[in-house]
């Protein structure tokens, strides 16, 4: 068990390119969510899954963001169209049952 | 959705003092109620929570008592070392795990403590 595992670390894109996260879930866990934090505040929700299904997605902030979980394994979030205020760390946690355990996120910067 | 409001930093204090870091909820269920800390350069860390009124959450020295009726949920400890020295989050659960169970969680913006020697 290595934790919640997401890659890159690190992104830095051009406003208006297509970006792709990735969360690998600890391994047993079969809810996975996604939140983003903006510096200076709280980590916010945005959409969690269930094994593959994605039961909530009405808090993803615009139409470019989406979410996957094909597999009910690895979860992938895909922002199109980057915007400079689009820059934040992105964070996924994985539970089974109580509270989740975080990854250390990815932190984009849109230029 | 529920809401948390959390005592703003920065706090900066010496070190065996006593910090205090309040929380306060609105809910219109039974949330359960977290305590997460950021270390520098690390990930959130869960550090204590509690799940129905009354409860007392500990870990690390630290404490919080779910207190419905003051809708708070206060994180205390008595002598903080160097190594406190991190931002703290209270969260809370969104609607009631009676009837949802799951784990969404609402943030507080987070409170930086910084322990000198």
């Known amino acids: 068990d290595t934790g919640v595992s997401q890659n890159p670390r690190h992104k830095i894109t051009k406003r208006g390119q297509n970006v792709t996260f990735r969360c690998d879930p600890i391994?047993?866990?079969?809810?996975l969510y996604w939140y983003r934090q903006t510096l200076g505040q709280g980590p916010e929700f945005l959409t969690y899954?269930?094994?593959?299904?994605?039961?909530?997605k009405s808090r993803l902030l615009s139409d470019r963001f989406s979410a996957e979980r094909p597999k009910g394994s690895f979860s992938t979030l895909e922002i199109q169209r980057t915007e400079q205020g689009d820059s934040a760390m992105y964070l996924c946690a994985s539970s089974k049952t109580g509270a989740g355990t975080f990854g250390s996120g990815t932190r984009l910067t849109v230029v | 959705g529920n809401s948390v409001t959390q005592m703003e930093g920065p706090v900066t204090l010496s070190e065996e003092a006593f910090l205090t870091i309040n929380c306060t909820y609105t809910a219109t269920g039974y949330p359960s109620l977290f305590w997460y800390v950021q270390y520098p350069g690390e990930g959130l860390q869960l550090l204590l929570k509690?799940?129905?009124?009354?409860d007392k959450g500990s870990n690390k020295g630290f404490e919080a008592t779910y207190r419905k009726e003051t809708t708070s949920f206060h994180l205390e400890k008595g002598s903080v070392q160097v190594s406190d020295s991190a931002v703290y989050f209270c969260?809370?659960?969104?609607?009631?795990?009676?009837?949802?169970?799951?784990?969404?969680?609402?943030f507080g913006a987070g409170t930086t403590v910084t322990v000198r020697a």
């Open positions: 391994s047993e866990h079969n809810r």
């Open positions: 509690a799940t129905k009124a009354d």
């Open positions: 969260a809370a659960t969104e609607g009631s795990l009676r009837s949802s169970n799951d784990y969404k969680l609402s």
């Open positions: 899954f269930q094994n593959e299904a994605q039961l909530e």
